[in-house]
Each structure stands twice: as C-alpha cells, then as structure tokens.
C-alpha cells in the first residue's frame, strides 16, 4: 500500500483516477479547492482535504504532502487564463520544492502531449499562457532531483476507458479513464522514473506500454 497525494482531485481525470488507486489498497488523499468537491472526492475513495495550493507557500505546502509516498499534480487553472500561470506554473514549482522538502521523492505530473520550451504556440493564440507555464513546470521537475514522471496525453475525451494506449508523440485523442490508468499504472512502474511519456489511445495495453518506455 502507498500514500498517494493528488493535487486537484475533483478534476475529470482525478475522479477516476482516485478509484483505481483505492481499489487496490493504496490510502488517497485528495487536495480541492471547494468546499462543495469535497463529498465527491469523498465518495471516490479518497480522504478528501480543503487547501488551496495556488495562495499556499512552500512550507505549507510540505506540511501537506508530508507522510505521503507519491504526489500526483492534476491540477490546473480551468481555462481561466488569468490564473493560468499561477496555478499551472507557479503552484506546480511550489509542490515539486515542497516534495522535495518533505522527503517525497515520487512525483507524476500531468501535464500534455507537446509540451516543451519550443512549443510553437504563438502569443496571440489563447493557449500560449498554457502552454508556456506548462512548459516551465515541466523543465522545473525534470531539474528538481525528484524521481519524476512527466505524462503528456494528447486530446482528452470522455470514451470509455479501453486499457490501451500507445505510447507516441503523434497527435491524436485518449480517454480520460486511459489517462487515470496510466497515472496509476505509472505511479508502480519504475521505467517511468525520469522519463516523459507521450501517448495516445492505442492497442498496446498500459501496463506492457509503461514496462517499455
């Protein structure tokens, strides 16, 4: 069994996420923001916690993840572009230090297929800020010392979850229920550890998909 914190736990990916880990033993703890998300984190097999990450500082923040084996960052900004990049970017950074700070080596960020300092979108596209702080959340992690595990899905969807993937830096869609059981499957697999992982709905199933990245 692991202690598994995820940090919004009321997104899409989250929710389904939370059941898989605690299907299989592991103690979850859910981190929201609304006091109304926390009965659904709740009914999905966490123990939901109110905080809000994106006005909390470092050491709090370490207080938090602190007796946990694994942080998972599912959080964002929601489209809103004027918290984009302190929710995406500086609040990520700010969780990546206080694992690091606590003793926390183990952490899976979710961040997109394409991110990357020269992603190309450009300034006047309403995804650049995204994509920009995305970017420096990932660079930040892949230089923390963490034992680190960047996902980029491509094009979320609601399809059921088919259990397989492949692993591609191709643009293409995948389910969110595809997505929660690579975040779980990664959170076991240690050929994860230090590597970013592109991928799409496919035909290879997760596990075999993760065992050889």
Known sequence: MSRIIIIGGHGKVALLLTPLLSGRGDDV??????????EDVAMAGAAPVLADVETMDTDTLASLIAGHDAVVW?????????????????????????????????????????????????ESDSFFRYAEAKAAADEHLRGSGLDYTILGPSALTLEPASGTIAVTGERGTVS??????????????????????????????????????
């Not at 703890?29 to 926390?38: G, P």
């Not at 929601?78 to 926390?104: E, K, P, Q």
């Open 74 to 122: 599912s959080a964002g900004a929601a489209g809103d572009s004027t918290r984009t990049y302190a929710v995406d970017r500086d609040a990520a950074i700010r969780t990546m230090d206080a694992a690091r700070a606590a003793g926390v080596s183990r952490y899976v960020m979710v961040s997109y297929s394409g991110a990357r300092k020269d992603h190309g979108v450009p």
């Open 176 to 213: 969110r229920g595809n997505v929660a059981a690579v975040i779980a499957e990664a959170l076991v697999q240690p050929t994860t550890i230090g590597k970013t992982v592109e991928f799409i709905d496919g035909d290879v199933p997760i596990a075999e998909a993760l065992a050889a990245v």
């Open 29 to 38: 703890t859910s981190v929201v923001r609304k006091q109304e998300h926390l």
